[in-house]
């Protein structure tokens, strides 16, 4: 799945601390897991050229919308803003991951148990445990655990995608 590259950030405006609050507190509760942002952090949020909604920290991208979920970008994941359970894939399905590949059962090595059907995860490889993409599992941690075959995770955020760029620049 190619993305085009992201050229600007349309719309930008940073959060007043009440929305900034607000915003936190409704993605803490959707994903389950704690924002570690303090008060002083400054979000911003912004619309991309290609209508994408975003929310950024220090001209970073840290979250995304998706079918009107916000999602933690790699960035997020990386600096520790966030976390959110994980699958581990084998380093064979590395170089299928990094390229936007969906999530097939055969290569998964571990799974946490916080794992939901429909839930948000993170895709890390089992030698580095370092985040390659964002997914959203079609199965429970138990049911990921007992299925033998077929794709599992739908990816929708990986390395060197156009959210991955633009946070290089």
Known sequence: MHM???ERIKKRH???KREQR???EQIES???SSIGLDDKSQIESGILDDGS???LLDGEIIFFEHNSRKIPTLRALLKGIIQIPKVTVDMGAV???VNGADIMRPGITHVDDQVTANGIVAIVDERHGKPLAVGISQLSASDL???TGGKVIKSIHHVNDHLWEFGKS
């Open 4 to 6: 085009p590259k992201i």
């Open 14 to 16: 940073l959060l007043k």
């Open 22 to 24: 607000d915003l936190i």
């Open 30 to 32: 959707d994903l389950g």
């Open 53 to 55: 909604h975003i929310l």
């Open 95 to 97: 170089k299928y991951v």
């Open 145 to 147: 655990r007992t299925v």
